[in-house]
């Protein structure tokens, strides 16, 4: 499976964002699916994970209260978005998806970049301010 993330641009300084992660292959539902971002010159960090369920949901400490994950599924689509809201500069950097295993993990598991075998392009998010 590839995936692409899309949804990425120049914005202000409280402004939001909604990234978008789609795959070439369907259904990619049954894997866990995370986010996760690099600015420049500073090493890759996790953002953001969901269940393969939707039904549990993980966030960084800085994302916390101000973005949201989600699963969009239906007939014809299946992808994994995030929402986030107040952007400010320290949240500019290349935001990739991933694609993680199958079943139940934990979230320690979950916030891991290890455990995820499949990447995107990623997608850059510059905040101006």
């Known amino acids: 499976v590839q995936l692409q993330a899309s949804g990425g641009g120049l914005v202000q300084v409280g402004d939001s964002l909604r990234l978008s992660c789609a795959a070439s292959?369907?259904?990619?539902?049954?894997?866990?699916m995370g986010w996760f971002r690099q600015a420049p010159g500073k090493e890759r960090e996790f953002v953001a994970a969901?269940?393969?369920?939707?039904?549990?949901?993980?966030?960084a400490d800085s994302m916390k209260g101000r973005s949201t994950i989600s699963r969009d599924r239906d007939d014809t689509e299946d992808s994994v978005s995030l929402q986030i809201n107040s952007l400010k500069p320290e949240d500019t950097a290349v935001y990739f998806c991933?694609?993680?295993?199958?079943?139940?993990?934990?979230?320690?598991?979950?916030?891991?970049?290890?455990?995820?075998?499949?990447w995107g392009q990623g997608t850059l998010v510059t905040v101006s301010s």
């Open positions: 991933a694609a993680g295993g199958t079943g139940v993990q934990s979230q320690n598991l979950l916030r891991a970049g290890a455990n995820y075998g499949t």
């Open positions: 969901i269940t393969m369920t939707g039904r549990n949901r993980y966030y």
């Open positions: 292959e369907r259904p990619f539902s049954r894997r866990n």
